[in-house]
């Protein structure tokens, strides 16, 4: 074989492998995100389908001793259907601590997922201070193919939630605060003498 066919080989392959990779894109809007504890924190979960798609499940991992009481909302049906996502889809929490499910896809055997949009909103609680990882992954195969039923290789993007006790102030009204502090001092010292 020749090198300029091998060289054409490989080139094939990389193209059909990056094209492949990119079916499916799933993922917060945001990478990171701050807010104080014992409030709630909403994430947006987006997708993208570039290739016809059934759908499938995916997992979304996060930290129990840092959010808790997790709720998925579903877009409106309007905003999924143009997409070919049907309504009445699942979301449910693991048997395994710290892990929730969400299913979303099509019932219909004429059209498949197609499309990008706002999957729904992801809600938790803050329960104590740190930062907390929020992972995805396939559950149950991962998704399929609309037209070849072959599994599908899905582009996961977490996020990262920032809880803090309290939004810091900024160092400018840090120094504000002591220099005025410092003034009142001295002027009472004046005062004494």
Not at 108 to 116: D, T
Not at 169 to 175: D, G, R, T
Request: proline share 3%.
């Amino acid at each position: 074989m020749k090198f300029k066919n091998i060289i054409q080989i490989l080139i094939f392959l990389s193209a059909g492998y990056l094209g492949s990779a990119q079916a499916i894109s799933v993922g917060f809007s945001q990478d990171t995100k701050q807010v104080n504890l014992g409030d709630s924190v909403s994430l947006e979960l987006i997708f993208d389908i570039d290739q016809e798609s059934f759908g499938g499940t995916f997992q979304v991992n996060y930290d129990m001793n840092i959010l808790d009481n997790p709720v998925f909302e579903f877009s409106s049906d309007a905003d999924l259907t143009g997409s070919g996502i049907q309504t009445g889809l699942s979301m449910f929490e693991s048997p395994m601590p710290g892990k929730l499910e969400v299913s979303f896809g099509t019932l219909s055997f004429s059209q498949g997922v197609l499309g990008a949009g706002v999957l729904g909103y992801l809600t938790f609680d803050t329960v104590s201070e740190g930062v907390a990882m929020l992972g995805l992954g396939d559950v149950l195969g991962g998704f399929t193919d609309f037209n070849s039923f072959s599994l599908q290789s899905v582009d996961y993007r977490g996020a990262e939630v920032a809880v803090v006790s309290s939004v810091p102030l900024p160092a400018s009204v840090w120094l504000l605060t002591s220099a005025f502090g410092l003034l009142l001092t001295r002027k009472k010292k004046n005062y004494s003498h």
